[in-house]
């Protein structure tokens, strides 16, 4: 199937082609015809699914014809943070160039002013995140008598929030005979109770379990000590033997975001910090800095990292087993998107047990662990028949690589490559290649079923650098 086939519109089939997609993703595929025909749409989507555009592009086709009335928009689409949102106007900016619709973000921590303004010449699409509406709407400077098409996004995300008595007071809003357009991760009870109340004889599309991690991210399990200083230089050891082009690094709180992003900042790493309390210029700015590499890492909290689209994420560490085992595919989807490949490590320390449990049961397989605590990273042989099917960094690959120094003052690498003199790059290429590759050498070896063992040497040689690497790393 091509675009031309889903009934879009040419202005609207031009953007798709400027934006150089050729295809249609499936959820695109499934709902965008339904969509045209104003259909309600019940879509369990993750986001990596394409399903942005699944809903903007037919919106900017269905709002082509008709003109706002000051204060009231005529569609809205709630997101459950300010990055969310504002990635959602970016897409309408791409494909709507050749359209002339007029769009507003309402987001908590940035100035209303110019969005005020904006408001009150009309605009056909609101973007925004349920509390600051609210805030809007009952003091009287929003109208959404006139909305006729609701898009609620990442429902599931909205309710771990706590959003949604503030998305059911927004709805109420609306006018009864509309369209509604919504889409959630998972589908929880209280989310299909939501569903059945918003929607009217909804299309439900389905494209993806979130049980299935992406296929091109490679996973693995790293012990760590659960004293604060010893994770951290657990994670720093860590890095410096990746081939780190771009990576986030999940903390479970806030907090432990701001202390781990001083601690890398204080040992020279490229690094940045991203959670929700910061003010939202800075979290906008920050994100601008990842996303162009300028910095290498980014200490993030899920609320701040949810759905973001940055499709150069070469690594994604889990510095805390998350609470929430849907947590776990959320963040690691951060990598290996577009057909790229990825590598997603997690920390585990002894305290946290029955999260990692929820994650192993949630994907269905045990994460193949690799170990730190010598020269190489290694990891047992597959310990259950699934861990199998899923590709693995191997110890030899791991073997010919060579750590990176920490990287003390070296506030910015231009191309990722390790300062350690060697010929990085094209290890590091090599390591990234997307391809599940079988074990070479040591392929013989007894499976080992003890949860973290002594690593094993690749010989007897071990270089004096990776010596002083571990020996950095363990100075907090
Ligand atoms: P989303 O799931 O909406 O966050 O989209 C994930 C990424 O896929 C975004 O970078 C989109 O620009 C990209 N994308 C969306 N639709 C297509 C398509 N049909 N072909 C290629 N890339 C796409």
New binding site residues.
């Given amino acids: 199937m091509t675009?031309d086939d889903l009934g879009l519109s040419p202005k609207v089939l031009q953007a798709?082609a400027d934006?150089?997609?050729?295809?249609?993703?499936p959820?695109?595929e499934q709902a965008i015809p339904y969509v045209l025909m104003g259909r309600d749409v019940l879509g369990s989507?993750?986001?990596?699914?394409?399903?942005?555009?699944?809903f903007t592009l037919p919106m900017i086709d269905i709002l082509a014809s008709g003109r706002a009335r000051a204060r009231m928009p005529r569609s809205l689409i709630l997101e459950p943070t300010r990055e969310l949102a504002a990635?959602v106007a970016e897409?309408f900016e791409?494909y709507g160039k050749h359209n002339k619709l007029s769009m507003a973000l309402l987001v908590g921590g940035s100035s209303f002013a110019d969005q005020e303004k904006r408001l009150d010449r009309g605009v056909d699409v609101l973007i925004a995140t349920p509390g600051r509406l609210l805030d809007l709407i009952e003091r009287g400077k929003i109208l959404l008598a006139d909305t006729k098409i609701l898009v609620i996004d990442e429902a599931d995300r909205m309710l771990d929030m706590g959003f949604i008595p503030d998305v059911e007071r927004i709805v109420g809003r609306l006018p009864k005979i509309r369209q509604t357009l919504f889409f959630s991760a998972t589908m929880p009870p209280e989310i299909r109770r939501l569903a059945d109340a918003f929607l009217m004889n909804p299309k439900e599309i389905a494209v993806s379990s979130l049980t299935t991690p992406a296929e091109t991210v490679v996973q693995s399990l790293v012990r760590a000590s659960a004293l604060p200083k010893d994770k951290r230089a657990t994670l720093r050891a860590l890095i410096d033997r990746e081939p780190v082009t771009s990576a986030l690094i999940f903390c479970n709180r806030k907090r432990d975001v701001g202390i781990l992003y001083r601690s890398l900042k204080r040992h020279g790493y490229s690094v940045a910090e991203l959670h929700g309390d910061m003010a939202q210029p800075v979290r906008t700015s920050t994100l601008k800095s990842f996303k162009d590499g300028e910095v290498e890492l980014l200490v993030c909290s899920d609320v701040a990292a949810r759905?973001l689209?940055i499709?150069k994420v070469s690594h994604v560490f889990n510095f805390d087993v998350p609470v929430h085992a849907e947590d776990y595919i959320h963040r690691i989807g951060r990598t290996g998107?577009?057909g790229r490949s990825g590598l997603a490590f997690t920390l585990t320390t002894s305290l946290d047990g029955k999260q990692l449990a929820a994650v192993t049961k949630l994907i269905g397989r045990r994460i193949d662990e690799v170990t730190l605590d010598g020269p190489q990273a290694t990891r047992p042989a597959a310990e259950s028949p699934a861990a199998d099917k899923q590709p693995a960094v191997h110890a030899e690959d791991r073997a010919e690589r060579t750590p990176r120094r920490t990287r003390r003052g070296a506030a910015k690498r231009t191309n990722g490559e390790a300062v350690t003199g060697h010929d990085t790059k094209s290890r590091d290429t090599k390591s990234r290649d997307t391809k599940p590759r079988e074990p070479k050498g040591r392929r013989e070896a007894k499976p080992d079923t003890t949860p973290s063992r002594p690593t094993k040497s690749f010989g007897d040689h071990t270089p004096a650098f990776m010596l002083r690497e571990v020996k950095l790393a363990a100075s907090a």
């Fill in positions: 675009f798709i934006a150089g997609y050729t295809t249609p993703t959820i695109q989507a993750q986001t990596g699914t394409g399903k942005t555009a699944g990635q897409n791409i759905g689209d499709p998107r577009a």
